[in-house]
């Protein structure tokens, strides 16, 4: 009897050990055929999973008999499911996971003309997508705010009156920042004064930031940067979207957008409209807001051709009022002796921008494109008034091959900007005409999956200063799917121009015109490097984190001095500018979280031959930028963001305080309608809370130069609607 009972035991742990299985999955990635490192493959019924490893297998063991569902997943990647019988005939299966286009490593970037992913792309490149939508809720009369969504780029206000500001990008002056829409270089010289403050945000699709020296691109102006604003595009689906928004300092924003799609036209159309009144945050009389009032309208039509052909041309059409100065007399007062001063700014901007497409087979693509831009500028103060016509064009023409391991882009394009003043209160006219024709070449070599490296070299003319060779090196290293360095070098250069921060400040008053006998072209070169590492990576955590070093020189950089009889003219210094630094951004994911956190080192030092060097004003050493996010698609998007800036140093060499501002911002959405709410630097940090912004006389007041928030807290509300 005790045999049989020992037999009946081993029987059974023979029948339990047999229906143990085990399984092998190698998991590579689709495109590049490579093995993915750190896959999560996971049984849910089971409870059981496995990590694939080095080689990209990960192996599951102690299977029971049945059927059940293997989910197999990794960041940047759509999930793999699939129901599996145990026992099973393979002892290993292959899966090739297809790259999520949802992911932020897979949106195509068109800064680069390359339209490739962004992991493929050796370029270091940023994107905003989601931040578009969150920053028009803060902002949606003005792209100012969704600028700052990155590290390393500062909106710097330059006028106390009318608001105008510049874009500044690792501690550089904002005239060496390319503004582009859509790749056409529409934003610059008298146009870049106001251009962050026009331009709104809500019919982009993304925005994208090249950092560092970028002329081999599309040209001068590139020193610091390029940022691309991406416009949307038809889809198949009808999309119309109302964007209503009030704030308590007097700010009303009208927004709409339509867009649809057939199969042979495709049209999108923006428009709106926005007013603010006067606010004097501080009450001393003088404006801290301007009064605006500013209209925008962006039709575009797309004439799809063929299945080889797309056609689109587009227009933009701007028109803008804005005052500001003596609240007395911005309010519509009679000026009298005590109350008169005042800088209003009347501006109308019309451009067009026109492109084909025409795909010549599977490989090959032809890209002509032009635009257009006419920008009227009036500016009055109460003794004084400057104007003009800025008419400036870009062609194009370029031919792009690619295979599984080549990009090819091979191209020619002119550009040409002309300014004419109108004869008001000067007998020397600043008129000035500047072109330049380039020739351009870019190739891409994807020498392993693991490396790849972009070569590019430009060759512009300008009649009057010469020829301006610029080659460019950019390499990519992805030794495994969590881990990416790049590595990047390049030239740049800027034509002279009268169009800076320090002439807008006066509003070109006394001003002396270029003179190519002694203004000279400012040339550049910089370098840099980025890291970036994936910690953590799972269906529910993600955290990454991206390390960037980056060094620029700009040689014989122009300033504004002073001729004496109170004439100002812009001199190239015998010196260069040197900025440096380093960027640190730390981005996680879990659930419905999500953690931004951005700090910024900046070295930015102006070195004269003399030994007098001195700190470019206002360029803080430190900042810090963090948001964090609770996002439930459909349902929720609830937000606090905080931002720090040490010390900085004024032009005078005067050292300021550091700055701390914070804002929260809450949207609940139910179906196709939104309402929010947000406050805006709550914590009202403001110029005028540690010095008056006005000094005496007040009938033709010097203002302090501006290096802090002027409107303090704001709180905004309204309501969209997604038709």
Same mark, same amino acid.
Not at 442 to 453: S, T
Not at 537 to 552: K, P, Q, R
Not at 602 to 631: W, Y
């Given at each position: 009897?005790?045999?049989?009972?020992?037999?009946?035991?081993?029987?059974?742990?023979?029948?339990?050990?047999?229906?143990?299985?085990?399984?092998?999955?190698?998991?590579?990635?689709?495109?590049?055929?490579? /093995?993915?490192?750190?896959?999560?493959?996971?049984?849910?019924?089971?409870?059981?999973?496995?990590?694939?490893?080095?080689?990209?297998?990960?192996?599951?063991?102690?299977?029971?008999?049945?059927?059940?569902?293997?989910?197999?997943?990794?960041?940047?990647?759509?999930?793999?499911?699939?129901?599996?019988?145990?026992?099973?005939?393979?002892?290993?299966?292959?899966?090739?996971?297809?790259?999520?286009?949802?992911?932020?490593?897979?949106?195509?970037?068109?800064?680069?003309?390359?339209?490739?992913?962004?992991?493929?792309?050796?370029?270091?490149?940023?994107?905003?997508?989601?931040?578009?939508?969150?920053?028009?809720?803060?902002?949606?009369?003005?792209?100012?705010?969704?600028?700052?969504?990155?590290?390393?780029?500062?909106?710097?206000?330059?006028?106390?009156?009318?608001?105008?500001?510049?874009?500044?990008?690792?501690?550089?002056?904002?005239?060496?920042?390319?503004?582009l829409k859509d790749g056409f270089p529409i934003y610059g010289g008298f146009t870049?004064?106001?251009?962050?403050?026009?331009?709104?945000?809500?019919?982009?699709?993304?925005?994208?930031?090249?950092?560092?020296?970028?002329?081999?691109?599309?040209?001068g102006g590139a020193i610091a940067g390029l940022i691309n604003l991406v416009s949307k595009e038809p889809s198949e689906d009808e999309q119309l979207s109302l964007h209503l928004n009030f704030s308590h300092i007097g700010n009303t924003d009208l927004n709409s957008f339509y867009s649809k799609k057939n199969s042979k036209w495709g049209i999108t159309v923006f428009a709106s409209n926005n007013t603010n009144r006067v606010y004097d945050v501080d009450q001393d009389g003088f404006s801290d807001v301007p009064q605006v009032r500013k209209f925008n309208f962006n039709p575009k039509l797309f004439y799809y051709l063929d299945k080889y052909t797309t056609i689109s041309l587009g227009a933009t059409f701007t028109n803008e009022n804005r005052i500001g100065g003596d609240v007395n007399v911005v309010e519509g007062y009679v000026p009298d002796t005590l109350h008169n001063f005042f800088e209003r700014n009347k501006s109308q901007q019309t451009t067009t921008q026109f492109r084909i497409d025409r795909k010549l087979n599977s490989q090959s693509t032809l890209v002509l494109k032009n635009s257009s831009n006419r920008f009227k500028r009036n500016i009055y103060l109460n003794d004084y008034a400057f104007a003009g016509i800025q008419f400036s064009t870009f062609s194009e023409l370029?031919?792009?091959?690619?295979?599984?391991?080549?990009?090819?882009?091979?191209?020619?394009?002119?550009?040409?900007?002309?300014?004419?003043?109108? /004869?008001i209160a000067t007998p020397v006219l600043r008129n000035q005409k500047l072109w /330049?024709?380039?020739?351009?070449?870019?190739?891409?070599?994807?020498?392993?999956?693991?490396?790849?490296?972009?070569?590019?070299?430009?060759?512009?003319?300008?009649?009057?200063?010469?020829t301006f060779p610029l080659p460019r090196l950019a390499i990519i290293y992805k030794p495994t799917p969590k881990f990416t360095a790049r590595f990047s070098g390049g030239l740049g250069y800027k034509l002279p121009s009268i169009f800076t921060?320090?002439?807008?400040?006066?509003?070109?008053? %006394?001003?002396?015109?270029? %003179?190519?006998?002694?203004?000279?072209?400012?040339?550049?070169?910089?370098? %840099?490097?980025?890291?970036?590492?994936?910690?953590?990576?799972?269906?529910?955590?993600?955290?990454?984190?991206?390390?960037?070093?980056?060094?620029?020189?700009?040689?014989?950089?122009?300033?504004?001095?002073?001729?004496?009889?109170?004439?100002?003219?812009?001199?190239?210094?015998?010196?260069?500018?040197?900025?440096?630094?380093?960027?640190?951004?730390?981005?996680?994911?879990?659930?419905?979280?999500?953690?931004?956190?951005?700090?910024?080192?900046?070295?930015?030092?102006?070195?004269?031959?003399?030994?007098?060097?001195?700190?470019?004003?206002?360029?803080?050493?430190?900042?810090?930028?963090?948001?964090?996010?609770?996002?439930?698609?459909?349902k929720w998007r609830i937000g606090i963001d905080a931002e720090y800036e040490s010390e900085q140093t004024l032009a005078s060499g005067r050292r300021v305080k550091a700055l701390f501002k914070a804002g929260f911002l809450a949207e609940r959405t139910l179906g196709k309608f939104s309402v929010y709410v947000n406050l805006e630097n709550w914590t009202d940090t403001r110029q005028t809370r540690y010095e008056s912004l006005v000094q005496a006389p007040y009938n033709n007041p010097r203002f302090t130069e501006v290096w802090a928030p002027l409107d303090g807290f704001i709180f905004n509300a309204g309501f969209k609607l997604k038709l």
């Open positions: 009897m005790r045999t049989y009972f020992f037999i009946g035991i081993l029987a059974i742990v023979c029948h339990s050990a047999l229906a143990q299985n085990q399984i092998t999955f190698l998991v590579i990635d689709q495109q590049t055929k490579e /093995a993915l490192i750190g896959v999560n493959v996971y049984i849910p019924n089971l409870k059981i999973g496995a990590v694939s490893d080095a080689s990209g297998k990960a192996q599951i063991t102690n299977i029971p008999h049945g059927r059940y569902r293997v989910e197999i997943s990794y960041i940047g990647y759509q999930t793999w499911t699939k129901q599996i019988t145990f026992p099973n005939s393979q002892s290993q299966i292959r899966v090739m996971l297809e790259a999520d286009a949802s992911g932020l490593d897979e949106i195509t970037v068109k800064a680069n003309r390359s339209n490739r992913s962004i992991s493929r792309i050796p370029s270091r490149i940023e994107v905003l997508t989601d931040e578009v939508e969150e920053a028009a809720t803060m902002d949606p009369s003005k792209i100012a705010h969704l600028l700052m969504h990155t590290t390393g780029v500062q909106v710097q206000q330059t006028s106390a009156t009318s608001g105008a500001s510049s874009v500044r990008i690792q501690g550089q002056y904002g005239r060496y920042t390319q503004i870049g004064g106001l251009g962050v403050l026009q331009i709104p945000p809500l019919d982009l699709k993304q925005v994208e930031f090249i950092k560092g020296s970028s002329s081999t691109l599309y040209g370029s031919y792009s091959w690619e295979d599984d391991r080549h990009s090819l882009i091979l191209g020619s394009n002119v550009y040409t900007d002309q300014f004419e003043e109108n /004869a /330049a024709m380039g020739f351009f070449a870019q190739h891409i070599w994807d020498i392993f999956p693991q490396l790849a490296i972009e070569t590019g070299f430009r060759l512009d003319y300008n009649e009057t200063y010469g921060e320090d002439a807008e400040r006066l509003a070109y008053e %006394n001003i002396v015109p270029i %003179n190519s006998t002694i203004n000279k072209v400012e040339k550049s070169y910089g370098v %840099n490097a980025d890291f970036t590492y994936y910690l953590v990576s799972n269906d529910e955590l993600s955290i990454s984190l991206t390390e960037f070093v980056f060094y620029n020189r700009l040689d014989q950089p122009m300033l504004l001095q002073s001729r004496g009889n109170n004439a100002y003219q812009l001199i190239n210094i015998n010196g260069y500018f040197e900025t440096q630094g380093i960027e640190s951004l730390l981005k996680a994911f879990m659930g419905h979280f999500h953690l931004y956190f951005g700090y910024t080192y900046v070295q930015a030092i102006c070195r004269k031959e003399n030994g007098s060097d001195f700190t470019l004003p206002l360029t803080p050493t430190h900042s810090f930028h963090g948001d964090l996010m609770f996002v439930e698609e459909g």
